[in-house]
Nanobody
Framework: QVRLVESGGGLVQPGGSLGLSCAVS????????MSWYRQTPGKERELVAT????????NYADSVKGRFTISRDNAKNTAYLQMNSLKPDDTAVYYC?????????WGQGTQVTVSS
């Protein structure tokens, strides 16, 4: 059974930082590209960042470039999203995603709230 479990969400003040983790089991983690998405009520899920299976390439949404960093540790089957200089607009449920060609898996999401 494939499982993606996000952790690290919470409440943070504007300008603060949070680090999210996505622990993956049930698949060959090192073969999958990993991504983080986010979603707010009434809006479509938005791609935030992607990292290739070998960590040789990353991509970010324009709205988070220079503030967020995606990484992974294939030995620990875990992906990460470091979020700095957080803004109220970053408030959302954050989901991790594992993708290999046509196979795609999702975590259950973790809430991030940026508010004073």
């Amino acid at each position: 059974q494939v499982r993606l479990v996000e952790s690290g969400g919470g409440l943070v003040q504007p300008g603060g930082s949070l680090g999210l983790s996505c622990a993956v089991s049930g698949l060959t983690f090192s073969r999958y590209a990993m991504s983080w998405y986010r979603q707010t009520p009434g809006k479509e899920r938005e791609l935030v960042a992607t990292i290739t299976s070998a960590s040789d390439s990353t991509n970010y949404a324009d709205s988070v470039k220079g503030r967020f960093t995606i990484s992974r540790d294939n030995a620990k089957n875990t992906a990460y999203l470091q979020m700095n200089s957080l803004k109220p607009d970053d408030t959302a449920v954050y989901y991790c995603n594992a993708k290999l060609i046509w196979q795609m898996y999702w975590g259950q999401g973790t809430q991030v709230t940026v508010s004073s």
